[in-house]
Every structure is written in C-alpha cells, then in structure tokens.
C-alpha cells in the first residue's frame, strides 16, 4: 500500500507563491506518473499537472501553464507544485495522485489520493 501526504498549503494573496510538496511512503512511485489534481468549492475535481515517471516530462491545465512547475524527486519519495502568480480562481483542495492516466487533452486520476492540502488565494 502506498500512503500520500499533501503539504504546503495556505492563505496567501493574489501574485503571491505557495510550493506544495506531495510525500508517498510504502510502496515507491518511481516508475508510475503522478499528478495534482484540484478541487473548488461546488465544483468537481479538475486535472492542474502531471509528471512522468522519471520526471523528464511535464504536463498542465491550460489555466495554470507558466505559473506552476511540477517536479519529483524520486530519492526522497516526494513530488513538488510550485505555484507563482496565484489568482483567486486558484483557491481549492489540492490533492496529490499516483499513477494518473492521460486521456485526450487531460488526465484521469486514479483511485490513489491523498487527504488534500487547501489553497486559498485572497484579492
């Protein structure tokens, strides 16, 4: 089994940056695709990146491309979000997923999650 733990969230006002960091324990994640995924009040859970298994390629939501940057580091078991440049549209639960799947232009999560880090972007 693997275990999934979100931190780095926070109330933080518009331009401003928060880095999320994603850390899995039990069962490795080295040679699986992982992602984030987020979700906003009344609204259902939506793709925001993801990253292949070595890290060497990367993939966003249109809505948050040249703001955050995605990475892993697969020796410490840790995958990051780093996001610049929030907007209040940014505010959700961010969750951290092992193991994503694409499918067409987005990415479909798998039924492996964390609890969720909030993020709150204030105007």
């Known amino acids: 089994q693997v275990r999934l733990v979100e931190t780095g969230g926070g109330l933080v006002q518009t331009g401003g940056s928060l880095r999320l960091s994603c850390a899995a324990s039990g069962r490795t994640f080295s040679s699986e695709a992982m992602g984030w995924f987020r979700q906003a009040p009344g609204k259902e859970r939506e793709f925001v990146a993801a990253?292949?298994?070595?890290?060497?390629?990367?993939w966003y939501t249109d809505s948050v491309k040249g703001r955050f940057t995605i990475s892993r580091d697969i020796a410490k078991n840790t995958m990051y979000l780093q996001m610049n440049s929030l907007k209040p549209e940014d505010t959700a639960v961010y969750y951290c997923?092992?193991?994503?799947?694409?499918?067409?232009?987005?990415?479909?999560?798998?039924?492996?999650w964390g609890q969720g880090t909030q993020v709150t972007v204030s105007s």
């Open positions: 997923n092992k193991d994503p799947r694409p499918r067409g232009r987005t990415w479909a999560p798998s039924d492996y």
């Open positions: 990253i292949s298994w070595g890290g060497g390629s990367t």
